[in-house]
Protein backbone atom coordinates (compact mmCIF):
# COMPACT_ATOMS: atom_id res chain seq x y z
CA UNK A 1 0.00 0.00 0.00
CA UNK A 2 1.24 3.31 -0.81
CA UNK A 3 2.34 6.14 1.55
CA UNK A 4 -0.56 8.48 2.29
CA UNK A 5 0.63 12.12 0.40
CA UNK A 6 0.64 14.74 3.14
CA UNK A 7 -1.56 17.42 2.53
CA UNK A 8 -0.13 20.29 1.51
CA UNK A 9 -1.08 23.69 3.47
CA UNK A 10 -1.57 27.09 2.21
CA UNK A 11 1.33 28.23 4.23
CA UNK A 12 3.33 25.44 2.69
CA UNK A 13 2.88 27.18 -0.69
CA UNK A 14 3.48 30.66 0.48
CA UNK A 15 7.12 29.46 2.24
CA UNK A 16 7.59 27.42 -0.97
CA UNK A 17 7.13 30.89 -3.33
CA UNK A 18 9.40 33.12 -1.06
CA UNK A 19 12.09 30.49 -1.26
CA UNK A 20 11.70 30.78 -5.31
CA UNK A 21 11.44 34.36 -4.77
CA UNK A 22 15.07 34.59 -3.05
CA UNK A 23 16.76 31.88 -5.53
CA UNK A 24 15.59 33.48 -8.45
CA UNK A 25 13.59 36.48 -8.53
CA UNK A 26 9.69 37.26 -9.21
CA UNK A 27 9.98 35.25 -12.36
CA UNK A 28 10.70 32.13 -10.10
CA UNK A 29 7.62 32.19 -8.17
CA UNK A 30 5.38 29.70 -11.22
CA UNK A 31 2.86 27.11 -10.75
CA UNK A 32 4.79 24.10 -12.33
CA UNK A 33 8.12 24.12 -10.59
CA UNK A 34 6.74 24.70 -7.35
CA UNK A 35 4.50 21.99 -7.56
CA UNK A 36 7.45 19.43 -8.28
CA UNK A 37 9.39 20.97 -6.06
CA UNK A 38 6.87 19.95 -3.87
CA UNK A 39 6.02 16.86 -5.28
CA UNK A 40 2.41 17.46 -6.11
CA UNK A 41 -0.03 18.17 -8.72
CA UNK A 42 -0.76 21.36 -10.14
CA UNK A 43 -4.45 20.83 -8.42
CA UNK A 44 -2.92 21.20 -4.99
CA UNK A 45 -1.90 24.60 -5.91
CA UNK A 46 -5.68 25.33 -7.43
CA UNK A 47 -7.24 24.37 -4.02
CA UNK A 48 -5.40 27.32 -1.90
CA UNK A 49 -4.70 30.14 -4.97
CA UNK A 50 -7.27 31.26 -7.55
CA UNK A 51 -3.62 31.98 -9.75
CA UNK A 52 -0.18 32.92 -9.48
CA UNK A 53 -0.66 36.46 -8.99
CA UNK A 54 -2.83 35.31 -5.69
CA UNK A 55 0.12 33.33 -4.44
CA UNK A 56 2.99 36.11 -5.37
CA UNK A 57 0.14 38.52 -3.26
CA UNK A 58 -0.28 36.09 -0.04
CA UNK A 59 3.99 35.38 -0.20
CA UNK A 60 4.70 39.18 -0.48
CA UNK A 61 2.34 39.53 2.15
CA UNK A 62 3.78 37.16 4.20
CA UNK A 63 7.31 38.94 3.98
CA UNK A 64 6.67 42.26 4.04
CA UNK A 65 3.96 42.78 6.72
CA UNK A 66 4.18 39.51 8.87
CA UNK A 67 7.78 38.48 9.08
CA UNK A 68 8.46 42.18 9.39
CA UNK A 69 5.81 42.71 12.31
CA UNK A 70 7.25 39.38 13.65
CA UNK A 71 11.42 40.86 13.88
CA UNK A 72 10.02 44.23 15.16
CA UNK A 73 8.64 42.24 18.23
CA UNK A 74 11.60 41.02 18.64
CA UNK A 75 13.58 44.01 18.03
CA UNK A 76 11.08 45.60 20.73
CA UNK A 77 12.00 43.72 23.30
CA UNK A 78 15.45 45.51 23.51
CA UNK A 79 14.70 48.13 26.35
CA UNK A 80 17.25 50.28 25.33
CA UNK A 81 16.06 51.78 22.30
CA UNK A 82 19.41 52.76 21.13
CA UNK A 83 20.70 49.77 21.49
CA UNK A 84 17.15 48.41 19.69
CA UNK A 85 18.34 50.50 16.67
CA UNK A 86 21.98 49.24 17.12
CA UNK A 87 20.98 46.08 17.04
CA UNK A 88 18.85 46.15 13.86
CA UNK A 89 21.74 47.60 11.80
CA UNK A 90 24.16 45.05 13.20
CA UNK A 91 24.06 41.67 11.18
CA UNK A 92 25.01 38.74 12.66
CA UNK A 93 27.69 36.78 11.25
CA UNK A 94 26.07 33.75 10.70
CA UNK A 95 23.18 35.69 8.65
CA UNK A 96 23.42 37.18 5.32
CA UNK A 97 24.44 40.62 4.58
CA UNK A 98 21.44 41.08 2.62
CA UNK A 99 18.18 38.71 2.63
CA UNK A 100 17.57 37.21 -1.16
CA UNK A 101 14.31 38.29 -0.91
CA UNK A 102 15.45 42.04 -0.48
CA UNK A 103 17.89 41.92 -3.35
CA UNK A 104 15.34 39.91 -5.36
CA UNK A 105 12.61 42.67 -4.57
CA UNK A 106 15.00 45.62 -5.56
CA UNK A 107 14.95 44.86 -9.03
CA UNK A 108 10.73 44.47 -9.45
CA UNK A 109 10.04 47.61 -7.15
CA UNK A 110 8.39 49.05 -9.85
CA UNK A 111 5.86 45.98 -10.44
CA UNK A 112 2.66 47.06 -9.27
CA UNK A 113 2.08 43.68 -7.55
CA UNK A 114 5.69 44.46 -5.20
CA UNK A 115 5.23 48.18 -4.81
CA UNK A 116 2.28 47.54 -2.57
CA UNK A 117 3.97 45.46 -0.58
CA UNK A 118 7.06 47.43 -0.04
CA UNK A 119 4.82 50.46 0.73
CA UNK A 120 4.12 48.79 3.87
CA UNK A 121 7.27 46.49 4.32
CA UNK A 122 8.81 50.52 4.43
CA UNK A 123 6.05 51.53 6.41
CA UNK A 124 6.55 49.32 9.22
CA UNK A 125 10.21 49.80 9.46
CA UNK A 126 10.43 53.42 9.53
CA UNK A 127 7.63 53.65 11.72
CA UNK A 128 9.78 51.29 14.21
CA UNK A 129 13.16 53.68 13.53
CA UNK A 130 11.04 56.77 14.50
CA UNK A 131 9.50 55.33 17.95
CA UNK A 132 12.86 54.36 19.12
CA UNK A 133 14.05 58.02 18.29
CA UNK A 134 11.53 59.56 19.85
CA UNK A 135 12.25 57.02 22.91
CA UNK A 136 16.06 58.30 22.41
CA UNK A 137 14.37 62.23 23.16
CA UNK A 138 14.22 63.51 19.39
CA UNK A 139 11.02 65.29 18.66
CA UNK A 140 9.50 65.16 15.52
CA UNK A 141 10.52 65.98 12.63
CA UNK A 142 13.82 65.16 13.49
CA UNK A 143 12.94 61.45 14.84
CA UNK A 144 10.71 60.96 11.64
CA UNK A 145 13.99 62.48 9.71
CA UNK A 146 16.39 60.33 11.19
CA UNK A 147 14.38 57.43 10.92
CA UNK A 148 13.44 57.87 7.12
CA UNK A 149 18.12 58.94 6.81
CA UNK A 150 18.64 55.11 8.37
CA UNK A 151 16.16 53.43 5.92
CA UNK A 152 16.92 54.89 3.06
CA UNK A 153 20.38 54.43 3.07
CA UNK A 154 19.80 50.79 3.70
CA UNK A 155 17.79 51.12 0.67
CA UNK A 156 20.50 52.93 -1.02
CA UNK A 157 22.87 49.93 0.34
CA UNK A 158 20.67 47.21 -1.28
CA UNK A 159 20.24 49.36 -4.61
CA UNK A 160 23.47 49.34 -5.03
CA UNK A 161 24.52 45.87 -4.40
CA UNK A 162 21.85 44.84 -6.52
CA UNK A 163 22.54 46.68 -9.36
CA UNK A 164 26.45 46.04 -9.03
CA UNK A 165 27.30 42.87 -6.77
CA UNK A 166 30.92 43.78 -6.89
CA UNK A 167 30.22 47.09 -5.34
CA UNK A 168 32.40 47.17 -1.57
CA UNK A 169 34.82 44.17 -3.29
CA UNK A 170 33.90 41.28 0.08
CA UNK A 171 31.76 40.47 2.75
CA UNK A 172 34.10 41.95 5.00
CA UNK A 173 34.02 45.37 3.47
CA UNK A 174 30.45 45.56 3.32
CA UNK A 175 29.93 45.19 6.71
CA UNK A 176 32.46 47.66 7.51
CA UNK A 177 30.21 50.30 5.68
CA UNK A 178 27.16 48.92 7.84
CA UNK A 179 29.32 49.67 11.22
CA UNK A 180 29.94 52.65 9.82
CA UNK A 181 26.61 53.59 9.22
CA UNK A 182 25.39 52.53 12.31
CA UNK A 183 27.87 54.63 14.05
CA UNK A 184 26.97 57.94 12.29
CA UNK A 185 22.98 57.03 12.42
CA UNK A 186 22.92 55.40 15.88
CA UNK A 187 25.86 56.25 18.35
CA UNK A 188 26.69 54.40 20.87
CA UNK A 189 26.51 57.08 23.31
CA UNK A 190 24.75 60.60 23.11
CA UNK A 191 27.90 62.66 22.29
CA UNK A 192 26.20 63.90 19.45
CA UNK A 193 24.63 67.03 18.48
CA UNK A 194 21.65 68.36 20.24
CA UNK A 195 18.18 67.18 19.82
CA UNK A 196 15.97 69.31 18.44
Same mark, same amino acid.
Given at each position: ???? =?? /? *????????? #????? +???? %? $?G?????????????????????????A?I?????????????????????I??? =?? /? *????????? #????? +??I? %? $???????????????????????????????????R???????????????L???????????????????????? %? $????????????????
Amino acid at each position: MAAK =RK /R *LTRYDWIRA #ALSAL +GERG %L $AGIAVEPLAKQLGVTKGSFYWHFKDVDALIDAALERWAVEETRESIARLEGIGDP =RE /R *LRTLMKPSP #ASALI +GSID %L $ALATSASDPRVAKWLRQHHRLWIEFAGRAYRQMGYRDPQASYRATLAYTAWLGFVSLVSADPSWLQGERSRRSYIA %L $ARDLLVPSTEGQSGKH
